[in-house]
């Protein structure tokens, strides 16, 4: 689940993650029985979750398959072959890469030179392992954030077990060590950005009152080398009614630097700042909208809503631009680079030295465009990469180069050197096959939802599969968020259920980016049954299609898509016979008042809301579980250590389960934060085990 979607890359780190039953089950937070479990590390809540997991682990882990399933997915998770995505900054690429050898991981560099001809000449600046033995901790590599072209400034994030909480501490890569005495940033949900080698500009957790209600920091101060944070100048407050505040630092291509802050008010809309004057200044922009960057000395930036600009209109889903020294005006003159049509979107949106590079989908498959600006107008060519899923893997701004991956679900990844000077690819590195996919296709089909529009939705399976009409089927949905499910290569996936002759559907459904905000906007608040209506269309179309049966479907979703689970085992429990809920909210009438859950009433809509409640009420998957004997025995997965979407959500719910004496299988991971899995061994393991259940329950 994304965190923010308004704000620019960087902030907020992340992210990125979100009637009553019969009387006697109905509660609230006053009659709930078991409150008790939302206690994270309370004695008797753990003692709960050890001896689920203890009994489902040993159920699980006994079966045949789940030995050879771990195996192999640890074998494709630690494959040499994998591609080394990084980020392009100051003529080298950043890795960071996790193996059998460096089970925490490895944070290195290689030349941008060495890295385009397809074998990098990787210089490790940092051991996670090693550093997590030297220090007797439980590190996991949280991310690295360095000053433009210097190499010797850099910060180091580190999270206790996968936590969105983290550290920070500065780092010289050059020396590859920490700097004595440099900055250092204590445990919190925090956002940073270098203003310059000697001060950063950090929103964090000062203290008593300096949190929103959401938990996170709404004060973003400037600290200056060898200052106790304690002492750092304040320079914006928002309020604790906000979703959040962060810094972030834009560069263009010619080295300018332009320093801002985005106040979220709600989850979805935010005031953006300049702060590169003596006080902060607002840019004039719509609420719903996403900075992406400066080139050619213009302000490049998406709007998630239709906005009007000297008697012009600009549809929702636009990428726009505006002089830097217009930002201010209340009618700047605005230049279009792209504006979608009604199956399109844009996915990402990449500056480099030569131009602006932008992912887009038409019907959810990919392309990459080009655009070039000649001081009047922006000019478009459409870059040439073969057809399927296509994604931005890194650019800069002082670099001509950028990354590119292109890939479909039977198609490896293949990492393209994309020229952004001429628009020419050029592949560096292609994936190997890390599964059979003989005799597999790829297919698009689309149901029909409640309200007559078309849901789109592919198919991955071998013909003779689909034609026996009973096909083991797994059917897998976010739709929240605003974030796009794109069809993809999984090679853990492939190995470990379409070799065994399962079948993968990936459903578009609203709530979803996939035809630019409208397609999530159709699906917030008290409209998020359509959402719901959409997954069971396509659930429906697959049964009347012959392509599966209720008795061989399963379902599966995490986060916003865990929410998903818990409404579709409420709802239409008839239509399925598995549900592997992972890392899910599930009490919708608690959700605010749990850890990051207050971020995400302008998704859900607000249990203090009347209106809203009473649709929450009605939708919430916790307070609407009732015994039935069509419902499928679920398989929920979270993590202790998940400071983003309680773990009490999944806990209560499998509670109720087990004293209404309904069947379920629960494993909580004890690291791992949002993911589950702070490693690659924790990943094959929760897999090996999902796809385990998977196989008992549709394939046996």
Not at 298 to 308: A, H
């Amino acid at each position: 689940m994304r965190l923010i979607q308004t704000l620019t890359a960087g902030a907020l780190g992340a992210a990125a993650l979100l009637t009553a039953a019969c009387a006697s089950l109905s509660m609230t937070s006053n009659n709930d029985p078991f409150l008790w479990l939302e206690d994270i590390d309370g004695p008797r809540a753990l003692a709960w979750v050890n001896a689920q997991n203890a009994r489902s682990l040993a159920e699980l882990q006994a079966d045949p398959r789940y030995a050879p399933a771990k195996a192999q997915a640890l074998a494709i998770l630690n494959s040499k072959d994998r591609l080394p995505l990084g980020t392009i900054r100051d003529g080298y690429v950043y890795n960071f890469w996790q193996d059998e050898s460096h089970v925490r991981g490895i944070w290195r560099r290689a030349p941008l030179a060495s890295y385009r001809t397809g074998n990098p000449a990787w210089d490790i600046l940092l051991d996670v392992d090693a550093l997590a033995a030297r220090e007797n901790a439980n590190w996991v590599f949280a991310g690295a954030q360095c000053l433009d072209h210097d190499d010797r400034h850099c910060l180091i994030m580190l999270s206790n077990g996968g936590k969105d909480a983290k550290t920070a501490r500065e780092f010289d890569a050059t020396r590859k060590a920490f700097v004595d005495g440099g900055f250092a940033l204590p445990e919190a949900k925090f956002d940073i950005a270098w203003k310059d080698a000697d001060t950063l500009l950090i929103a964090t957790d000062w203290g008593p009152g300096t949190l929103t209600d959401s938990g996170y920091p709404f004060i973003i101060k400037e600290a200056r080398r060898g200052q106790p944070l304690a002492s750092a100048r304040e320079i914006l407050r928002g309020t604790a009614k906000d979703v959040a505040a962060a810094p972030s630092v834009i560069e263009s291509e010619d080295g300018t630097r332009l320093p801002i802050a985005i106040v979220a008010d709600t989850f979805f809309t935010s005031t953006i700042y300049r702060l590169d004057g003596a006080a902060p200044a607002k840019i004039t922009l719509p609420e719903r909208v996403s900075v992406r960057g400066l080139h050619k000395d213009q302000l490049v930036f998406t709007i998630e809503q239709d906005w009007t600009v000297a008697g012009k209109t600009y549809s929702s889903g636009s990428l726009l631009s505006m002089k830097l020294d217009q930002t201010a005006l209340p009618a700047p003159q605005i230049h279009l680079l792209y504006g979608p049509g009604p199956r399109e979107s844009i996915e990402d949106v990449a500056i480099t030295k030569n131009a602006v590079l932008v992912s887009a989908t038409r019907n959810v498959l990919g392309r990459l465009l080009r655009y070039s600006f000649d001081g009047r107008a922006w000019l478009e060519t459409e870059i040439a990469l073969p057809a399927g899923t296509v994604s931005l893997a890194s650019a800069s701004p002082d670099a001509t180069t950028a990354l590119a991956v292109a890939e479909d679900p039977l198609k490896p990844q293949t990492l393209y050197d994309i020229d952004a000077q001429t628009g020419a690819a050029k592949a560096i590195k292609a994936l190997p096959a890390l599964f059979n996919a003989t005799g597999l296709s790829v297919q698009q089909f689309e149901a029909a939802s409640t309200d007559g529009v078309k849901i789109p939705y592919f198919v991955v399976a071998k013909p003779e599969v689909l034609a026996k009409g009973e096909a083991p089927t797994l059917l897998y949905g976010y739709g929240g968020f605003q974030v796009s499910m794109n069809p993809t290569y999984s090679p853990v996936l492939g190995k470990l259920w379409l070799e065994a002759g399962g079948v993968y559907v990936l459903a578009n459904i609203r709530g979803g980016g996939e035809f630019g905000p409208a397609w999530h906007q159709a699906g917030l608040k008290t409209k998020r049954q359509i959402i719901y209506d959409d997954f069971i269309a396509v659930a429906q179309d697959l049964i009347a299609r012959k392509i599966t049966s209720p008795r061989r479907l399963g379902i599966e979703g995490g986060s916003n898509g865990g929410l998903l689970m818990g409404v579709m085992l409420t709802q239409r429990p008839d239509l399925f016979h598995a549900a592997v809920v992972q890392v899910p909210l599930l009490d919708m009438l608690r959700y605010d008042k749990l850890l990051a859950g207050a971020s995400w009433v302008d998704e859900y809509g607000s249990p203090a809301v009347p209106e809203e409640r009473k649709w929450l009420v009605k939708m919430s998957p916790y307070q609407n579980l009732k015994k039935r004997a069509d419902f499928p025995e679920p398989f929920f997965v979270t993590s202790t250590k998940d400071d983003r979407v309680h773990p009490g959500h999944a806990r209560k719910y499998a509670a109720k389960m087990e004293k209404l004496g309904m069947p379920f299988l629960y494993y909580e991971n004890t690291d791992g934060g949002h993911a589950a899995s702070a490693n690659l061994k924790e990943r094959a393991k929760r897999q090996a085990l999902e796809f385990t259940y998977l196989k008992r329950k549709l394939m046996d």
